[in-house]
C-alpha cells in the first residue's frame, strides 16, 4: 500500500497503523484432533482419490495446460493424476521442491472446508472473532476470500463496506461456486448486504482463480437480473454497489499472498476501501 501512495494512486495518509490491521488464522480447523504432527492423506498425486480431490486437481491442471481427457465412467488413473500434478509443477503456480506436497494439503482444506459443516464455521467463526465495529475492509486470499465471502453473507449487520479478493476461486463452477452459502440462484451469486465495494485481484496465469472475471457472477443487490443490468432499472441505492475485476501481474509465483499484497492494484483497492469507510 505504501508503493502505491508514492506512487499517486492513493491520497496521502491512507496507509493504515499496524493497530489499526487484524488477521483471522483459521489452519488449526484442519487439524485432526489428537494428531502428533504426521502427515495424512496421499503422499503423491498418484495416491489421490477421494472423488472431489481428483475432479478439482484436474480442473486445475486443465486451467494450466494439462491433460483434459473425458473419462466416462471410468476413474482416471493414478498415471493420469500424476500428469496432472505434473502440469501443475511446470506452470507458474506453486514452484519450488515442496509444491506437490503443499497442493496435496490444499486439495483436503478445499474438500473438508465444502464437505464439512464443522471445519466450514469454525473457518467463518475465525473471521467473525475479528471483526469489530470499526471493521469497514475485509481481505481474502485464494480459500479465504471464499470463507470471508460466506461470512460476509451470514453476517449483514456488520459494518464491512468493502472487500478484496485475491487469487480468488468463488468463481470455478461446480467445485466451488455451486457449492456456496447462500446458494447461487439462476447462476447469480448473492451479495453479501453490506457490501458496497468488492475489487477481485488475479494473476491470468493464476489456476485457482481460473474464473478470473466475477461481475456477471456476483451482480449487486437490487441489480435486474441479466448480465449487463440497464442503469435506468437500478435502483440508486445498487448503482452505488460495485464488484470491479482487476488483473495483476505477480511475475513468476502467480498465486503467492505476498506478491498480491504488495501490488499496486491491491493496495490501491485497500486504500480506496480505508478512504470511503
Known amino acids: 500500500m505504501e508503493a502505491a501512495e508514492r506512487a499517486g494512486t492513493l491520497p496521502p495518509g491512507s496507509v493504515p497503523d499496524v493497530e489499526d490491521i487484524d488477521v483471522a488464522f483459521y489452519g488449526d480447523v484442519f487439524r485432526t484432533p489428537g494428531a502428533k504432527g504426521g502427515r495424512t492423506g496421499p503422499r503423491s498425486a498418484a495416491e489421490v482419490t477421494d472423488p472431489y480431490e481428483v475432479d478439482l486437481l484436474l480442473a486445475w491442471a486443465a486451467a494450466a495446460g494439462g491433460p483434459q481427457e473425458q473419462y466416462g465412467t471410468k476413474a482416471p488413473t493414478p498415471r493420469t493424476l500424476q500428469r496432472a500434478m505434473n502440469a501443475l509443477l511446470r506452470s507458474p503456480f506453486l514452484p519450488g521442491p515442496v509444491a506437490e506436497r503443499f497442493l496435496l494439503g490444499v486439495l483436503r482444506q ?10 466450514r464455521e469454525r473457518a467463518m467463526e475465525a473471521v467473525a472473532a475479528r471483526v469489530g465495529p470499526d471493521t469497514t475492509v475485509l481481505v481474502g486470499h485464494s480459500l479465504g476470500s471464499v470463507v470471508a465471502y460466506e461470512a460476509l453473507c451470514a453476517h449483514s449487520e456488520w459494518p464491512v463496506r468493502t472487500l478484496v479478493t485475491l487469487g480468488s476461486p468463488l468463481g470455478m463452477p461446480s467445485l466451488v461456486f455451486d457449492r456456496l452459502r447462500p446458494a447461487p440462484r439462476c447462476g447469480r451469486g448473492h451479495w ?29 443487490l437490487g441489480a435486474p437480473a441479466g448480465n449487463t443490468p440497464n442503469a435506468a432499472e437500478t435502483p440508486p441505492e445498487a448503482q452505488e454497489r ?28 485497500i486504500g480506496e476501501g480505508l478512504q470511503a469507510g
Do not use: C, I, M
Not at 448486504?193 to 461481475?215: E, F, I, M, P, Y
Open 110 to 119: 478445499v474438500r473438508r472446508y465444502f464437505g464439512e459443516d464443522v471445519v
Open 192 to 220: 453479501p448486504g453490506s457490501l458496497a465495494h468488492w475489487t477481485n485481484l488475479a494473476d491470468r496465469h493464476d489456476v485457482v482463480a481460473s474464473v478470473k472475471q466475477l461481475a456477471d457472477l456476483f451482480p449487486p
Open 242 to 269: 460495485v464488484l470491479r475485476d482487476v488483473q495483476v501481474d505477480n511475475g513468476w509465483r502467480v498465486h503467492d499472498l505476498l506478491r498480491h499484497l504488495t501490488a499496486r492494484e491491491t493496495g490501491a483497492a
